[in-house]
């Protein structure tokens, strides 16, 4: 675990997370993504807030890739800085065969940690900071 995440939740016995709940996804019962937001807190849902997470993707990608579309997803502590950001290729861009058997690298999924704010589009990242990558 990095410093700056061991600052941000510190030595907490649990993490709440909540979604931000979208009206215009929550009416049209899912038809219409929203981007994502996420809120985590020590405890419980009324907790100490360390952290918000931002999701930020093309709504053509959400509406009709998901969950396999990509974005980026950025991680700020409770002052609002951006520590982290989490980047997801999805079925546009680099990742065309996700969903398939995964035999060749594109049909892997994966996700790249980078440190502090990263901007471009998911899976074409060439300025980053990567502080670890995971691929399932």
């Known amino acids: ?8 939740i510190g030595h907490v016995g ?3 997370i909540t979604q931000k709940v979208s009206i215009a996804e929550a009416a049209t019962c899912g038809c ?3 981007k994502n937001e996420y809120t985590g807190r020590i405890g419980d849902k009324d ?6 997470a931002r999701e930020e993707s093309g709504c053509f990608e959400r509406i009709f890739c998901a969950p396999l579309n990509s974005m980026l997803l950025t991680i700020s502590d409770p002052e609002g800085n951006i520590v982290y950001t989490l980047e997801r ?14 035999i060749m690298d594109c049909c892997v999924e994966e996700m790249t940690l980078h440190d502090g704010h ?8 060439e300025n980053g900071a990567p502080v670890f990558k995971v691929k399932q």
């Open 118 to 125: 990263i901007e471009g589009d998911a899976g074409s990242i």
């Open 32 to 34: 219409c993504e929203a």
């Open 47 to 52: 907790g100490e807030k360390i952290f918000v």
């Open 1 to 8: 675990m990095t410093e700056k995440f061991e600052a941000m």
């Open 89 to 102: 290729p999805g079925c546009f861009c680099a990742k065309p065969c996700l969903g398939v058997w995964p």
């Open 14 to 16: 649990a993490v709440h």
